[in-house]
Structure formats: C-alpha cells, structure tokens
C-alpha cells in the first residue's frame, strides 16, 4: 500500500478534531521558505466566526497527534489560521461555494498585456474558471493563474459579490 504524501496524512490528522469542535478545513500546505519547512492549517467555522481559541484549540490538539504519529520526517513549524476574508481558491469545491461572489485572479503570464484580473465567478470545471468581467466573459485555465481569491471591495463597505 502507497504511503500518503505529507499533506494527506496532515489531513487525515486534523479533520476528526475539526469536526468534532465544529469546525472544517479549508486547506493544508506543507511548503518551504527560506532553510524552514511549515505545515500550514487553514480551518474555518461551519457556523459563525472563527476565533484565535479555536485555532489554539485546533493546534494544541493536532500538535499532539503529530508528535505521536510522527508522519513528516523533517523538522517544521506548525501554524493554524484562518484562510482569512480573501482566501485563495484552489480546491473544485471552493470554487463551487464561491459560485456569483467576486474574484480577484493573476495569471502567470500577461493576457492582453495585463496579470491582473476582478471579475465575478461565474463557473468552473475542467481545470478553466469563467470570470464576468465589465466588457462580457473570460475563460482562465486554473493552470496557468498564479493566485485566484475572494475579492472583497472595502470601498463598498465591503460586501461581497
């Protein structure tokens, strides 16, 4: 049997806690920066707010499991956090949840001499987002954008979508 990667098996950990203290994931990273590895936890309430005591809650619990099943091999910094009001997109079901809400992407590559996009989410499948944007529609391919996040226009009060 295929040993999970080191994201899968940090999931696997995390979720029962988060369930059982109402609460979901909303993604793990496990990345490098600099010389230091993290494995990053972003988690949010099923109803309400999140609190920093539920991330304190959530960490002291997972930091446990951690320790006692040891699945990563090398040194790193736990961090447990919300995915914050503009939260990157990335798993098919976020972009399903956020389906009418505004949108803030960048492509890796320019796209008629810009990176940099707002638009509404309109749909999404096949590894492509449509965004509505001013002038009518754009089709993205996931792929090739380097971020896409919720946009949140604080000039307007800042309601969503």
């Not at 959530?58 to 040194?75: F, G, H, M, N």
């Not at 492509?107 to 001499?113: A, F, Y």
Request: glycine share 10%; net charge negative; charged share 35%.
């Amino acid at each position: 049997m295929k040993k999970p990667n080191t994201v899968d098996a940090a999931r696997a950990l995390i979720e029962p806690i988060l369930r059982e203290n109402g609460m979901a994931l909303w993604d793990v990273r496990f990345e490098k920066e600099g010389g230091q590895w993290y494995l990053r936890y972003f988690i949010e309430r099923i109803q309400g707010s999140l609190t920093i005591e539920d991330c304190e809650r959530a960490s002291r619990a997972v930091e446990k499991l951690l320790d006692r099943e040891d699945p990563i091999e090398q040194s790193y910094i736990l961090e447990v956090g919300s995915p914050g009001i503009e939260r990157e997109l990335v798993r098919d079901w976020h972009f399903e949840r956020y389906i009418g809400h505004e949108v803030a992407v960048r492509t890796i590559r320019p796209v008629d001499g810009k990176r940099d996009f707002k638009g509404k989410l309109l749909r999404h499948g096949d590894g492509e987002i449509v965004i509505g944007l001013p002038d009518g529609e754009m089709i993205l391919e996931r792929s090739k954008t380097a971020f896409i996040k919720l946009h949140v226009d604080f000039d307007d009060g800042g309601k969503r979508g």
